[in-house]
């Protein structure tokens, strides 16, 4: 009994014993763990010291499920924007900017692109036509009074070579000419043996003589025969200058012809032209000796390549087009005069030069704009000064940096109800996000909101929704340096007045959309407090 009662006050003893060290242990880790709180506590932070914010990862720009944990670009260049730990601290849009929802900037379809040093290369396209060669044409003119005694030719169209006969004629004149030019001939070689004046003088005439039957286009040939013979000939036969094609015969057998009436003419078509007509604001790209590529549709499957080589100096005023001559040759006589021919023109561009997308430009014929990429969601409209032009790129003179992002495709601006005005404030509108998918496209074509808005308060007279407009008597606005009037407004959207009754106090503001048509972009009525509805450029809510 007392061996157990021993051993049972052995372990009392030591279950206080172990309570005891736990409770000392827990109190100094306490005490400790206070300590530390409180050292940590009383530490100062160090003067100007800024959280450095811990990056999660990078998400996709256009708001799509895609992220990467390092730095990337989705298919359309665009950069994945850095989302950090506690949220994108993203800065507001100043005062010349106009700022875009991710999920807008996808809906509307926004693209950019860089601006960027680029070469100005164009190719000018023209319709054109095959015309023969003006320097490869002959005329058969005689240069005397004749008659047509016979023809070798006798069909327009048809194929000559040089030195072919064309057709005999007879010329009393001729006639004549020959038998003088025979006795001179003769009379020189009776005269040998005389005193040299009359050798001379007999010269003199058949030197005479046979100048006035060369100055008629007699050949060499018939000439030393006639020497040779001294008989003139009934006839005398005219001859091909060329090889070529009959393009004209007036010739006909036994009709009679005056000095200078052309019976003939001949084009040699080896090498043809072609005339195109180059409109006038693509002249100035177009240089001779550039390379020219021509299509004719008789021959789908053939490009035919030459020179430019003249650019005319004179334009056209009825169809402002200049005409530009290209030289090509013409092996088999394909190309025939008369064709007409597409034709492509490697024009002289201009090379390194700071150049943006064609469709970044917002032309509205007074002023060009285009709309740089501030910051994520941000743009800034700016009125640029262009340059030369390709087919799809335009140099920039002024308004643009290179590296600068612009943008280059937004459905909503496509609209040709659209004015400038219009098309720039809707991005604006669309930043303010609430409203309805599809919203954005048909204000920017109203021209609901512009870049420019006035703020002012007044009272509802009279409001026609469904005609668009609304009577306000309102008091001064220092914006406009206007007294208080009652005057009438346009409503941007039917939908900004459902909540708004004849007779309720309004705060709105309205914008100058056209000289002197004032449209009200916002309303809310003043004594309904904060939940009443408040409208806003065609949301439903805000």
């Known amino acids: 009994m007392k061996q157990h009662a021993s051993i049972a006050i052995g372990g009392l003893v030591v279950v206080a014993l172990a309570a005891g060290g736990g409770y000392w242990l827990g109190t100094r880790g306490t005490a400790d763990s206070h300590g530390a709180h409180a050292t940590a506590d009383a530490a100062p932070a160090a003067p100007g010291a800024k959280k450095e ?3 999660l990862y990078y998400r996709n720009p256009m708001g799509l499920p895609d992220t990467s944990p390092v730095p990337k670009k989705d298919p359309m260049g665009m950069d994945y924007i850095p989302v950090y730990e506690g949220g994108e601290q993203d800065e507001p849009a100043t005062a010349n900017q106009v700022k875009i929802s991710t999920d807008k900037v996808q809906k509307l379809g926004v693209r950019t692109e860089t601006a960027g040093m680029k070469s100005i290369d164009k190719m000018v ?6 015309e023969a060669d003006e320097r490869r044409l002959y005329a058969i003119s005689p240069k005397f009074e004749g008659y047509v005694e016979r023809l070798h030719v006798n069909a327009t169209g048809q194929a000559v070579s040089k030195g072919q006969p064309l057709f005999e004629v007879y010329s009393p004149e001729l006639v004549s000419a020959q038998r003088e030019y025979a006795v001179a001939a003769q009379g020189v070689q009776a005269l040998k043996g005389a005193d040299s004046e009359a050798q001379q003088s007999m010269k003199q005439l058949a030197e005479s003589s046979l100048l006035r039957l060369k100055n008629w286009d007699i050949s060499e040939e018939q000439v030393k025969a006639l020497a040779k013979s001294g008989q003139a000939k009934h006839t005398m036969t005219f001859r091909s200058p060329a090889n070529g094609i009959v393009t004209e015969r007036k010739a006909v057998a036994g009709m009679r012809f005056m000095p200078g ?11 043809v032209w072609v005339l195109a007509d180059v409109y006038e604001q693509d002249i100035g790209f177009v240089k001779s000796g550039a390379k020219a590529k021509v299509r004719i549709n008789a021959y789908p499957d053939k490009v035919f390549e030459g020179p430019v080589s003249y650019v005319y100096p004179t334009l056209n005023a009825g169809t ?27 024009a002289s561009g201009r090379s390194s030069v700071l150049a943006i997308p064609l469709s970044s430009v917002i032309d509205s014929g007074k002023r060009r704009i285009v709309l740089v990429q501030a910051g994520e969601g941000k743009f800034e409209p700016r009125e640029v ?8 790129y335009v140099e920039v003179l002024d308004g643009v940096q290179e590296g600068e992002k612009v943008v280059v495709a937004a459905n909503f601006l496509i609209d040709a109800e659209s004015n400038l005005k219009a098309a720039v404030g809707g991005f604006g509108h669309a930043s303010h996000g609430g409203g309805k998918p599809g919203q954005e496209q048909s204000e920017a074509a109203k021209g609901a909101t512009a870049a420019v808005g006035h703020k002012a308060e007044g009272k509802v007279e009279e409001m026609d ?27 941007a959207n039917a939908a900004l007045v ?9 705060a709105f503001e ?12 916002s309303i809310k009525a003043k004594d309904a407090g904060a939940g009443n509805v408040h409208a806003h450029a065609g949301h439903d809510g805000h």
């Open 385 to 392: 000064r262009l340059g030369a032009r390709s087919d799809d």
């Open 53 to 55: 914010r811990k990056l």
């Open 498 to 506: 459902k909540d708004i009754k004849p007779g309720a106090n309004v």
């Open 465 to 491: 929704a469904k005609g668009g407009t609304i009577s306000i008597a309102h008091g001064p606005i220092a914006s406009l340096k206007w007294p208080g009037m009652t005057m009438e407004f346009n409503l």
């Open 320 to 346: 402002r087009t200049v005409q530009v001559r290209i030289e090509l040759a013409n092996p088999g006589q394909l190309l025939k005069p008369g064709m007409f021919s597409d034709v492509e023109m490697a």
């Open 510 to 521: 309205f914008v100058e959309r056209q000289p002197g048509e004032w449209v009200i972009t």
């Open 261 to 271: 009436e052309m019976l003939y003419q001949i084009a040699d078509l080896s090498t």
């Open 125 to 130: 396209r023209a319709a054109g036509r095959i």
